[in-house]
């Protein structure tokens, strides 16, 4: 997707993402983290992004990629918006009729009448073909 003659790019996000560069065949791992890094446009480099918590509005994120031609013009850019999904199991997990979000038995199991821990029922029959 990178524009004709471009020879770099380099990346900018906002503080909720966050971005690696992964270099096909090396095993450097470059965290863009600098406004200023620059790295070679090469077949197989990867941005791989990530946002640690949920969004408070859609599409409140974004990452830039900023491509330069030989000398370090700037040719173009392309961004995408993020939205974070926040995705919870919440579950009884003491057995007392309430849900809650945050119970510290949720990591945990025990067996019996005074045991915690969410009970899970997986219905593994085919419904549908």
């Known amino acids: 997707a ?4 471009a020879v770099s790019f380099g990346v900018k996000h906002t503080e909720g993402v966050s971005v690696e560069v992964l270099c096909w065949g090396q095993a450097e791992v470059g965290a863009s983290t600098d406004s200023g890094s620059r790295w070679p446009l090469l ?3 990867v941005l791989r992004f990530s946002m640690s918590r949920a969004s408070t ?4 994120n974004k990452v830039t ?3 330069y031609a ?4 700037h040719i173009n850019q392309a ?3 993020l939205t974070g999904i926040g995705i919870s199991l919440d579950v009884d997990a003491d057995r007392d009729g309430v849900v809650e979000k945050n119970n510290p038995n949720k ?12 009970i899970l029922l997986v219905g593994c029959d085919k419904e549908s073909p």
């Open 65 to 67: 990629v900023s491509f």
């Open 70 to 73: 030989e000398g370090g013009q």
């Open 2 to 5: 990178a524009p004709a003659g």
């Open 57 to 60: 509005e859609a599409n409140d």
């Open 107 to 118: 990591a945990s199991w025990t067996w019996g009448p005074k045991g915690h821990g969410a």
């Open 79 to 81: 961004g995408v918006f």
């Open 43 to 45: 077949e197989g480099t």
